[in-house]
T-cell receptor, first 115, second 110 residues
Framework: DARVTQTPRHKVTEMGQEVTMRCQPI?????VFWYRQTMMQGLELLAY????????DSGMPKDRFSAEMPDATLATLKIQPSEPRDSAVYFC?????????????FGQGTRLTVV | EDKVVQSPLSLVVHEGDTVTLNCSYE??????LLWYKQEKKAPTFLFML????IEKKSGRLSSILDKKELFSILNITATQTGDSAVYLC??????????FGKGTTLSVSS
C-alpha cells in the first residue's frame, strides 16, 4: 500500500528550538510538496521539489525555514529557531511523473506545537 | 495573483439531502483542478478535472469543470454522516504546485 510517510506525527517544542520534519515520498514519485495548514490560512504551499531540485520555495520564511531533499526517498523541512506562530500541521505530499504530476498524495502530517 | 475561492464556507444538511459545493479560480496557466476530502487527518484525493464539460463520477459524488467560466462544482447525492468533512478544491498551474481554496466544511446530521 503506497503512501507518503511523515515523521514525527506530533512535536511539541519550546520557542527557539530547532525542529526537523521528515517525509518519505511514494516510491517512484518525483515531485514533493511541503504544505502548512492552519485554521486561519488553510493549506499554504511552503516549497516543492521536482527530481530533488527545489522549484519554488517562495512560500517559506527564508530566515528560519529550510527544505532539502538529500535523496529521492527523503525530504526534510527544518525550522530554526522555531516560534509559536509556526504552530500548525505540516503536510508533505508527493506527485507522480507525467501528465498527472500536479496530483498530490498527502502524508498524515506533523502536528507542530511551539510553546 | 493566483487564487481559489470556495463556497459556501460551511454547510449543514440532513442525511439524504443533495449538496453542491462550488469552486472558482483564477490562475495564469491552468493545468488541472482537483477535489480532496479531509476528515481528521490528511486530504484524500477525490477527482482531477482537466477538460470542460466532462463529468467525473465516483459513487454518490460527481464533479464537473467549466474552463470558460472558471469554476467547478462537486455534487454529493443522498448524503450520509460519513460525508461530513472539509472538501478542498485545488488548482494546478502549469509550472507550480497546487493552490488550495480554504475549503467547505460539510456537516451531515442523522
Amino acid at each position: 500500500d503506497a503512501r507518503v510517510t511523515q515523521t514525527p506525527r506530533h512535536k511539541v517544542t519550546e520557542m527557539g528550538q530547532e525542529v526537523t520534519m521528515r517525509c518519505q515520498p511514494i516510491l517512484g514519485h518525483n515531485t514533493v510538496f511541503w504544505y502548512r495548514q492552519t485554521m486561519m490560512q488553510g493549506l499554504e504551499l511552503l516549497a516543492y521539489f521536482r527530481n530533488r531540485a527545489p522549484l519554488d520555495d517562495s512560500g517559506m520564511p527564508k530566515d528560519r525555514f529550510s527544505a532539502e531533499m538529500p535523496d529521492a526517498t527523503l525530504a526534510t523541512l527544518k525550522i530554526q529557531p522555531s516560534e509559536p506562530r509556526d504552530s500548525a500541521v505540516y503536510f508533505c505530499a508527493s506527485g507522480p511523473r507525467g501528465r498527472r504530476r500536479t496530483e498530490a498524495f498527502f502524508g498524515q502530517g506533523t502536528r507542530l506545537t511551539v510553546v | 495573483e493566483d487564487k481559489v475561492v470556495q463556497s459556501p464556507l460551511s454547510l449543514v444538511v440532513h442525511e439524504g439531502d443533495t449538496v453542491t459545493l462550488n469552486c472558482s479560480y483564477e490562475v495564469t496557466n491552468f493545468r488541472s483542478l482537483l477535489w480532496y476530502k479531509q476528515e481528521k487527518k490528511a486530504p484524500t484525493f477525490l477527482f482531477m478535472l482537466t477538460s470542460s464539460g466532462i463529468e467525473k463520477k465516483s459513487g454518490r459524488l460527481s464533479s464537473i469543470l467549466d474552463k470558460k467560466e472558471l469554476f467547478s462544482i462537486l455534487n454529493i447525492t443522498a448524503t450520509q454522516t460519513g460525508d461530513s468533512a472539509v472538501y478542498l478544491c485545488a488548482v494546478g498551474d502549469a509550472g507550480t504546485a497546487l493552490i488550495f481554496g480554504k475549503g467547505t466544511t460539510l456537516s451531515v446530521s442523522s
